[in-house]
């Protein structure tokens, strides 16, 4: 009986802590969602639009088709990070991460909460995004493919998120991994060229950056054009996202720089 009313508790503590975050995302909506949205449609605008007219195609494809796949990754992955890491680093910062830890609530399941904000202000904003740009598209090949992407892309940085928000001790700290590392890797990860246009050893450092393989995938499911195998990028990309994920939940069991 003890366990059993438990279980309900945990059950009403992850969803209320859930939906805590979510509801922490869509009120601060010109915060968490507009400036992702805005950044993406800013790139559509100048590389998609202006140079366009330069560059017809890219592996076949008119370059806005090419370049729309990439640009949802990266919205999806600077968004899940961001909100992740924010909302750990403002709970440690202010206290109340005390009140979660001393809940009734398993590791797991406070990193589940904490990661529910995240997919959903990534899920939201590269929904907007694809939304503005499909007039301008030929539409999807493969929308389970492209779906299965966008989904195990944004799990496997929310996941990311919650070790930053747990790891960082200073606001440096905390925007270190998104401005200096998770930047960088969408970038370089074949959003506005083509990995097989490069020299060495560019198109090989290009092929390192585990992002490739998440808009590679991406990519498949817009336009049907891929590079790598589609199921090995997903396999491989959804088993790092169940590692970080794990990691995130023995840091959280061990208070980890989260108690004092």
């Known amino acids: 009986m003890i366990e059993a009313d438990l279980r309900v508790m945990q059950r009403r503590g992850l969803v209320a802590l859930a939906a805590r975050e979510v509801r922490r995302v869509l009120s601060l909506w010109t915060q968490t969602i507009v400036p992702h949205v805005v950044t993406a449609l800013l790139f559509l ?22 370049m729309l796949p990439g640009l949802l990754v990266m919205t999806t992955v600077s968004a899940a990070v961001a909100n992740a890491s924010t909302s750990l ?24 909460g904490y990661a529910a904000g995240s997919v959903v202000r990534a899920w939201v904003s590269t929904a907007l995004v694809a939304l503005a740009a499909a007039p301008f598209t030929t539409g999807i090949a493969h929308p389970l493919g492209a779906v299965a992407a966008l989904v ?4 496997v940085f929310a996941s990311l998120g919650v070790i930053v928000g747990i790891a960082a ?7 270190f991994v ?3 590392l998770v ?22 450092l290009t092929r390192l950056d585990p992002l490739y393989y998440l808009v590679d995938a991406t990519r498949f499911g817009f336009t049907g ?19 970080l994920f794990g ?14």
Do not use: C, M
């Not at 366009?52 to 088709?65: F, K, Q």
């Not at 990691?247 to 004092?260: C, E, M, N, S």
């Open 89 to 112: 680093y403002q709970a440690k910062s202010e206290g109340y991460i005390e009140d979660v830890l001393t809940s009734p609530l398993r590791s797991s399941q406070i990193v589940a």
């Open 45 to 66: 605008a100048v590389f998609g639009a202006a140079l366009d007219s330069r560059r017809r195609e890219i592996e076949g494809l008119d370059y806005l088709s090419f």
């Open 169 to 175: 001790e200073t606001y440096d700290q905390h925007a």
């Open 225 to 243: 054009h891929n590079d790598a195998p589609v199921l090995v990028s997903l396999g491989a990309s959804a088993a790092v996202g169940i590692a």
């Open 183 to 204: 930047t960088p890797l969408a970038l370089l990860a074949g959003v506005f060229y083509s990995a097989r246009a490069l020299g060495e050893p560019w198109e090989t």
């Open 178 to 180: 998104a401005n200096l």
């Open 247 to 260: 990691l995130a939940v023995a840091l959280v069991a061990r208070g980890w720089r989260l108690k004092p």
């Open 152 to 155: 195990i892309a944004g799990f």
